[in-house]
């Protein structure tokens, strides 16, 4: 048996000013043939999960190009041309193969092409021919469109927002793939569109108690996978949208009734798979309240986490903060290359007036001028989430009064402490702890908070859908429209 796998993938928010070419790939994760590394990454665990059971199974692995941008705004075409042509050669060269397996996110947007996933999928079955199985794994954030259905054998989602479940994931898809291939299953897919947007979490209820459900009912009673594809509101194309994902062995009807009732049950939940958000001020208050000695309350800036697509440069909290210098609080990470330039020049334990932060786009707020003393540099901060090694690249620490803040060279989300600790700040002679993440956060923090609470400091990221200059969403949609299930 042959198999072959490849990963291409980033989130695409296309109402931010943050383009994407080739470049943006190779600068962030990019492995030819052969130089993945021994760890996962978000979106190309199936080359790792490949990998290992390659040898116990019985199978020769091909490895294609896996890469990933950080989510942005609108990957440019020649970008997503090359790239996929890339490993549609691979492909070629690497036929006749039983199995392919693709990393995907499934929100990838490039100029011309509204479904990247999709049309990779579809040229990789005309080349691969229709007994070749197909499997994708995809993020949860992602639009599930009938053409990554059609085109795959098998799709599966991350079950967990935080994203903990990467490498379980590729591993069912792994195992889905072989059985199909080996003819023990006959996988067939029903997917229930909600019409809508019932983004939850996992990190709390209800979504919590729904997600173990789900995993107990696979392998059983026919089931071989279900998957909530929860959508990525930031994006301006027709299937944006949460729906159910159902695979049974062989029986649509089933796969459908199933998928149906899932479904359902999320919509009925209404805004109660979210978690209250606070303003900026009654964040910080919420948090005084709640802090404990040696324990910080964390604030998630949900709508300025470079993992949405947006800069992660927006200095709303920070100047909140600093209308607070009684506070000791913490913030990080903010986008500033240049600040971070500048920082690591002047050195540790030199204080040096610098403009930061509030620069990529008017949501970003106004750039910060201030006397600062710079307490922390690093050539590379990085900084473990799950099973993967995430770069922020040349980061620098910066204080003012009782105020730390982490700037850093490279987007990305503040999926852990060391974001901090790396940098010689202690958590825990702080009250409160601002980290630019959604959720992905909440694995890694929760057991240093007093309490994790969730802040709404206005964006950039857009947070209520019904003020989304939408322009090809199917309709009916909700909340722009009354759902049409309800
Ligand atoms: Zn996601």
Known sequence: MRVFTASLATETNTFAPLFVDRSAFEGAFYCPPGTHPDTPTLCSAPTVAARRRAASEGYELVEG??????????????????????????????LPV???????????????????????????RALAGPDCVIGAELDMHCHLTAEMVAGADIIVAFKEFPHTDFLARAEDLL???LKTARKQVKPVSAVFDCRGLAAFMTSREPGRSFV??????????GILSISVAHGFQAADVADVGTKVLVI???????????AKQLGLEILRWGQGGSPKHYKPE??????????????????????????GGVAGDSSVMVEALLRHPEIPAAIGALWDPVAVSLCRAAGVGTEIPLRFIGKAA???????????????????????????????????????????IVLASTRAQTFSPP???????????KKVVVVKSSNHFHAAFAPIAAQVLYLDSGGPYPPDATKIPYTKVKRPFSPLDPNPWL
């Open 419 to 429: 974001v901090f600790t790396d940098l010689g700040i202690d958590l825990s002679a």
């Open 65 to 94: 190009t896996a890469t990933w941008a950080e989510p942005a705004g609108l990957v440019s075409r020649e970008g997503y041309e090359s790239l996929r042509d890339e490993i549609l050669g691979q492909l070629k060269a690497a």
């Open 98 to 124: 039983d199995i392919v397996l693709l990393g995907l996110h499934g929100s990838m947007v490039a100029r011309g092409y509204d479904d990247c996933e999709g049309d990779l999928i579809a040229r990789v």
């Open 248 to 258: 049974a062995d062989g029986d649509e009807a089933k796969a459908a009734a199933l």
């Open 175 to 177: 195992e889905l793939c």
């Open 362 to 404: 008017p949501s970003s707020g106004r750039p910060i001028d201030a006397v600062v003393k710079v307490v922390g540099t690093t050539e590379d901060l990085l900084i473990p989430f799950e099973q993967s090694w995430v770069s922020l690249g040349p980061a620098a620490a910066i204080r003012i009064g009782q105020l730390d």
């Open 282 to 307: 009654e964040g910080i208050a919420a948090a005084l309240a709640l802090a404990e000695p040696g324990k910080p309350v964390v604030l998630a800036d949900r709508w300025d986490n470079p993992g």
């Open 212 to 221: 173990d459900r789900l995993i107990a009912m696979e392998g059983k009673d």
